[in-house]
Structures are given as C-alpha cells and as structure tokens.
C-alpha cells in the first residue's frame, strides 16, 4: 500500500462504468445549442439532466447583462470581498436578495457549496446540536461536520422520527438547528415543511432550510418551498443556490434574525475566497428579476414537470412520490440502470446516472428533469425515448 494506492478502487469503478465507450460521470457536451439540448458524441442531444429549471441560461436579458459587466467591471474581482473590496454589484444582490425574501439583510456566496459550508459553521459551534435529515446534500453534512457540532440524523422527511429524536435532547433542543432540503434533487420528492416548523415550534428550536432546487419552483412568488407551505415566518435560515433555476454560480443565506449580518465575519468560505465574477453576479441579479417577473416560466415548468411525471408513469416504471421537475425512474440494479443510460443517450436523450454510493437509499436510477425551456415536443421525446429502449 502507498499514498496513491487508494486510487485502484475508482480506477475500477471508473472501468465498470466506462464499458459502453462513455462514462456517465464524465460526459462532455461537445457543442451547447441551447438550455435544452447540446451536442454529445456528435449527435444533437435533448438535456433532461440539467438543473435548468427555468431555462434562464440563454435568456438573451442575462447574457446582455453579463456582457455589459464583463465590459465594464472586468474579469473577475481577483480577491475576497473582506481582504479586497466590495464591488457594488455583490452588495446590491444582497438587498435584492433580502428584499425579494422579506428580511433585513442576505449574504452572498461563492457557490451553493460554500454558502452552507459558510453559513453553518458560522452558526454551529461544540455543545450545539443538529438535527440532519439524513439525505441530505453532501454540503450539509460537511458544514456540520466542520462546525463541532452534534449531528443526529432522522429518517428522510420522517417528522416522527425528527419529534423522537428531539425529545431526547431535552433540554438542549434549543441549541439546535434542525436542517432539511426543500425539494431533494434526485427522487423529486420534498420536506414536510408545515410539519417540521410545528415541530420546531414545539421545542423551540431553530429550522434552516437548503432551497437549492426549490428556489424558482414552489411558492407563489418562487421564493420556494417555505412560501408554498407558508412557513416562511417559522424558517429560521434559507440558503439556496444561484446555480439551478438562476442559471449561474454562487450561493446565499437569507435569514429574519439579525446575526446574519454577522456571518461574514465567523464564515471562512466567505473570508478565504475570491468573490464571484461580476459578469455571474450581473447574470444573476437579472435572472433573479425575470424569476419575479416572468411567473409563466414556473408555469411552463410544472406544465412538463406534470407532463413527463404522467408520462413516464403510464410506461409502468417505478418513480419517486411526489410529481415535480425532477423525476428519480428506479431501476433493478447499477448494471440495468446503467445500460438504460447508455440507450437513452444512443437514442439523442441524456439523463444522469444514480449508483451507490451517491444514491439516497442505495437504489440505482435515473434522474431525469425538466425545464420551463422544453418544449412540449421535446418532453414527448424524452418519454418516447423511454419507452423505445424499455420496449427493446
Ligand atoms: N444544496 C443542494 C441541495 C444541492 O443539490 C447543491 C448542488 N447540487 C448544492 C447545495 C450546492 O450548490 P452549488 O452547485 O451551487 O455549489
């Protein structure tokens, strides 16, 4: 054994995965046409595996802005905003940001990654508790490691198991912050939320919600999963990404208490890193006004969402629970999943490819999506497609 021998498992595993001539965890989109399709292994490709909720990637708007941005602010910042100076820009996606959620103040992030590694181990710290639904995204968990905390998991949107193992806190449920996603990107299905804010109510603790795929999707105004389960008052923390149905990078927090102003000073992934380029913040202030302004991109979005759920279902396969944007096609096993995988793409289709260790119940799937840019054709593609190799 040497310090590289570690290795020889994924070389392995990379192998197994790469014996249809493409690996599914590695596939390069030759040529981008538009938000829904590209160009893979030469063939003209419908995306169904993007997180382009929206379809915003190509929104001519965005693309003038970041232009104009590029132009006028440069290339990137070269630094972080403590140690080299705020650009305008970032400030006012902030206010943006708080304004569009209601509260006083938000914080900006790099990505979606960074902003809950920031955000937690900003709040967290030794003798505080966590309460982590236990399919949570990697990040989660992270922060919370990182933070010195006591993690607990409860059982995935399971509101029994969250009030059992808060009971047995006592009287620490108050130093603890219980932490669930909104809608979870890969079965499609979403959290409780109205269960878990009386829940938190109850014991008095603390909620933070991560709407990386929520944001855009749910709610009245988009604002996510806590509007549309009008909890928002009872949500302690939001974070969410800008990389899904805002079509670009970086990550926030949002939150009504005041010491979200704080953070910036205890949160190391906003200290140590370079802020966003100004043509991303740019794109993304005008994605986050089209999101507000444009309600039938959410509404073209369920339409195909319900349209490829429906679909999908009458082929007889076996899907996540809830109808969404995201729809999670459970297969047998990694070897039938994966050779569904290599059809869907030989027949123009692309969808991601979920296998232990990533899954979230060690199930092999296929994650497929929807976007507002889709169109109604397309989706018929997609499900046609399905049909195709599963008759085959
Ligand atoms: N939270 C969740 C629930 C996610 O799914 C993701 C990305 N897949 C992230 C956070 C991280 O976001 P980003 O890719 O913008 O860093």
């Known amino acids: 054994?040497?310090?590289?021998?570690?290795?020889?498992?994924?070389?392995?595993?990379?192998?197994?995965?790469?014996?249809?001539?493409?690996?599914?965890t590695d596939v390069e989109m030759e040529q981008m046409i538009s938000a829904t399709e590209a160009v893979i292994?030469?063939?003209?490709?419908?995306?169904?595996?993007?997180?382009?909720?929206?379809?915003?990637?190509?929104?001519p708007e965005c693309i003038a802005a970041g232009q104009a941005a590029l132009e006028t602010e440069g290339t990137g910042t070269t630094g972080s905003r403590m140690a080299n100076g705020n650009y305008h820009s970032h400030r006012a996606l902030e206010l943006e940001l708080a304004q569009f959620y209601g509260v006083n103040d938000a914080m900006v992030f790099s990505t979606g990654y960074s902003a809950?590694?920031?955000?937690?181990?900003?709040?967290?710290?030794?003798?505080?508790?966590?309460?982590?639904?236990?399919?949570?995204?990697?990040s989660l968990y992270d922060g919370c490691r990182m933070s010195g905390a006591d993690v607990y998991r409860f059982k995935h949107n399971d509101v029994e198991s969250l009030d059992n193992r808060l009971r047995r806190l006592e009287d620490r449920a108050s130093r603890t912050l219980i932490i669930t996603e909104g809608l979870y990107s890969i079965l499609g299905d979403h959290a409780p939320l109205a269960e878990f804010a009386e829940v938190k109510r109850r014991y008095g603790a603390f909620l933070f919600?991560?709407?990386?795929?929520?944001?855009?999707?749910?709610?009245?105004?988009?604002?996510?999963?806590?509007?549309?389960?009008?909890?928002?008052?009872d949500v302690d923390f939001i974070v969410g990404t800008f990389s899904k149905s805002l079509g670009s990078t970086g990550g926030f927090c949002v939150s009504h208490h005041d010491v979200v102003k704080l953070f910036r000073y205890a949160s190391r992934p906003y200290i140590f890193t370079a802020s966003p380029c100004p043509s991303v913040i740019a794109t993304t202030r005008v994605a986050l006004r089209l999101l507000q302004q444009r309600?039938?991109?959410?509404?073209?979005?369920?339409?195909?969402?319900?349209?490829?759920?429906?679909?999908?279902?009458?082929?007889?396969?076996?899907?996540?629970?809830?109808?969404?944007?995201?729809?999670?096609?459970r297969f047998a096993d990694r070897d039938q999943a994966l050779g569904v995988w290599h059809q869907l793409?030989?027949?123009?289709?692309?969808?991601?490819?979920?296998?232990?260790?990533?899954?979230?119940?060690?199930?092999?799937?296929?994650?497929?999506?929807?976007?507002?840019?889709?169109?109604?054709?397309?989706?018929?593609?997609?499900?046609?497609?399905?049909?195709?190799?599963?008759?085959?």
């Open 295 to 329: 309600p039938e991109l959410r509404e073209r979005l369920w339409r195909n969402a319900r349209s490829l759920y429906e679909g999908l279902a009458g082929l007889g396969l076996t899907l996540g629970p809830d109808m969404s944007p995201v729809v999670g096609v």
């Open 1 to 24: 054994m040497h310090l590289l021998s570690k290795f020889d498992e994924v070389a392995a595993t990379r192998r197994q995965l790469s014996q249809g001539g493409i690996d599914p």
């Open 345 to 392: 793409l030989d027949a123009g289709v692309y969808t991601n490819l979920i296998a232990p260790p990533a899954s979230p119940d060690g199930s092999s799937l296929l994650r497929v999506s929807t976007s507002a840019a889709h169109t109604a054709s397309q989706v018929d593609e997609i499900v046609t497609a399905f049909s195709v190799v599963l008759a085959g």
């Open 41 to 59: 292994r030469g063939r003209r490709t419908i995306l169904a595996g993007t997180n382009n909720y929206l379809g915003l990637t190509f929104d």
């Open 209 to 233: 919600v991560d709407e990386a795929h929520s944001l855009g999707i749910y709610g009245d105004h988009g604002r996510g999963l806590a509007e549309e389960a009008g909890v928002e008052a």
């Open 116 to 138: 809950n590694i920031g955000t937690l181990t900003a709040l967290l710290a030794p003798g505080d508790c966590v309460m982590l639904d236990a399919d949570a995204h990697a």
